[in-house]
């Protein structure tokens, strides 16, 4: 990741000092079985616990000599020891150790993403409550389709991303597993129970089974949720920026920070772009990318080979480096964007009534007027608004066959914006949230009125037989 991306607990878990001392501990967990089946002595062990030591001069040094990672890791632990340095990786191979130190790294970065994504579901839940009362029109193929609550939007954001948090409990049941079982998976050179106490140390479980690596299924489903949760951020994203957009501007991220001049563009003063969700959508096609490769890291050859090693070393941590990233800045841009009711409510009243055409042929239905008929007539008065310019409302309530069946209070109630928000406190309480009964219907129209669009100005208007 570049590091302008880079978040410092993040950086932390899948920087190489770290690593090295992931490798130190399960080397002296190794030392410390062994010490328990009677193979280590006691005094050499304390001394291990006590001393041992990582220099990270003299493993450069050996690696330049070597080439070998692990061979050079050992040759740079031997020195802060006497004699008791050659228990050591007693009986492992290279991946006993970078494999099993591997899964605490991936345990430790979905616990962070884990609290990203909690921080970022609190700040949905706030905003989705703030508006759950706020009308916003509810689009299908980027057309006007019906209204809706705005915060059912972030309601159903959030509800998403609690379904990431149980994919992230479940990919870290997957990767929390260690591996000390010598080379090709046998136990000839290390016994299971050795396996057994250096995973219980660590807080892993023992691969059940294993050849000369764990499995790659786990690292992908680890890159693989990474990549869900990308997913979700780029579709929030995506949506701030379309509402965004000059022509709806129903919502704007945040602008600026105190005490800065914040610019949008190099040439023209007054922009204020969607940048950082902008940004959020550019990661989250490098995180799809690193998912495809995790995958093909899952077939090695025969026991194992090393191809996988040289994409993990990038795709792992610039995945989880990203994500960490992405959610971050996604709980900024919900926590402190702009949103507009008036706008919204301009936008909605922009297609001058056509939104109720539904409401009006279903009420047509329950006068007794078959289906296709209703739809015809619906459609024909919806069609004229559309081409013409003229208020649908105004349309249907001098149309002589819906005059002839429904009275205007019935109308009036058709053409009621409250309608479409009466059962969305219905899903806030199947989510959990906190709901409250609205003071008032806030988009109630009276009796025998409806509201009509003239000179590009919204005003109620009495309904006339």
């Given at each position: 990741m570049i590091d302008r991306y880079s978040r410092p607990a993040m950086s932390k878990v899948w920087s190489e000092d770290h690593v090295f001392q992931l490798w130190l501990k399960v080397e002296v967990a190794a030392a410390q079985a062994w010490t328990e089946l009677g193979v280590i002595p006691a005094a050499d062990m304390a001394r291990i616990r006590k001393k041992a030591r990582f220099n990270r001069k003299r493993y450069d040094e050996n690696f330049a000599q070597t080439r070998h990672d692990i061979i050079s890791f050992t040759r740079a632990v031997a020195p802060s020891l006497g004699a008791?340095?050659?228990?050591?990786?007693?009986?492992?191979?290279?991946?006993?150790?970078?494999?099993?130190?591997?899964?605490?790294?991936?345990?430790?970065?979905?616990?962070?993403?884990?609290?990203?994504?909690?921080?970022?579901?609190?700040?949905?839940?706030?905003?989705?409550?703030?508006?759950?009362?706020?009308?916003?029109?509810?689009?299908?193929?980027?057309?006007?389709?019906?209204?809706?609550?705005?915060?059912?939007?972030?309601?159903?954001?959030?509800?998403?991303?609690?379904?990431?948090?149980?994919?992230?409990?479940?990919?870290?049941?997957?990767?929390?597993?260690?591996?000390?079982?010598?080379?090709?998976?046998?136990?000839?050179?290390?016994?299971?129970?050795?396996?057994?106490?250096?995973?219980?140390?660590?807080?892993?479980?023992?691969?059940?089974?294993?050849?000369?690596?764990?499995?790659?299924?786990?690292?992908?489903?680890?890159?693989?949720?990474?990549?869900?949760?990308?997913?979700?951020?780029?579709?929030?994203?995506?949506?701030?920026?379309?509402?965004?957009?000059?022509?709806?501007?129903?919502?704007?991220?945040?602008?600026?920070?105190?005490?800065?001049?914040?610019?949008?563009?190099?040439?023209?003063?007054?922009?204020?772009?969607?940048?950082?969700?902008?940004?959020?959508?550019?990661?989250?096609?490098?995180?799809?990318?690193?998912?495809?490769?995790?995958?093909?890291?899952?077939?090695?050859?025969?026991?194992?080979?090393?191809?996988?090693?040289?994409?993990?070393?990038?795709?792992?941590?610039?995945a989880s480096l990203a994500v960490d990233y992405m959610l971050a800045t996604m709980t900024g841009i919900v926590g402190g964007m702009k949103v507009n009711p008036e706008r919204m409510m301009e936008n909605v009243e922009m297609s001058r009534g056509l939104v109720f055409s539904e409401r009006v042929m279903l009420a047509l239905v329950e006068k007794g007027m078959d289906r296709k008929r209703a739809y015809e007539i619906v459609q024909r008065n919806a069609m004229t608004s559309w081409d013409q310019g003229d208020d649908f409302r105004t349309l249907v309530t001098t149309d002589p066959e819906v005059a002839a069946l429904v009275t205007p209070r019935d109308l009036a109630n058709m053409f009621d914006y409250g309608y479409y928000l009466r059962h969305v406190r219905y899903t806030f309480d199947r989510l959990g949230f906190r709901t409250k009964p609205p003071a008032t219907r806030a988009h109630k129209k009276p009796a025998d009125t409806i509201e009509v669009l003239e000179g590009g100005r919204s005003r109620t208007k009495a309904i006339r037989r």
């Open positions: 008791e340095s050659r228990w050591i990786h007693h009986g492992l191979t290279s991946n006993d150790v970078k494999d099993t130190a591997l899964s605490l790294q991936m345990v430790e970065a979905l616990d962070l993403l884990d609290g990203e994504v909690k921080a970022l579901m609190k700040a949905l839940r706030q905003r989705a409550e703030e508006f759950i009362d706020t009308l916003c029109m509810g689009r299908t193929h980027g057309v006007h389709a019906e209204p809706m609550s705005f915060g059912l939007k972030l309601a159903l954001w959030w509800e998403e991303m609690r379904r990431h948090r149980r994919r992230l409990k479940e990919a870290r049941l997957m990767a929390a597993v260690g591996m000390i079982s010598g080379p090709v998976g046998s136990y000839a050179s290390v016994p299971p129970r050795v396996e057994e106490i250096v995973c219980k140390e660590l807080g892993l479980s023992p691969a059940p089974v294993s050849n000369q690596v764990i499995q790659r299924d786990r690292h992908a489903q680890f890159v693989q949720t990474l990549a869900l949760i990308a997913a979700t951020l780029e579709k929030i994203a995506t949506e701030i920026r379309g509402l965004q957009r000059t022509e709806i501007r129903e919502v704007e991220e945040p602008f600026g920070r105190p005490g800065y001049v914040s610019t949008g563009s190099s040439s023209m003063p007054h922009k204020r772009n969607p940048e950082l969700s902008e940004r959020v959508c550019g990661l989250a096609r490098l995180v799809r990318g690193h998912a495809v490769t995790s995958l093909e890291n899952v077939a090695l050859w025969h026991e194992r080979d090393i191809s996988h090693s040289s994409a993990e070393r990038i795709v792992l941590p610039d």
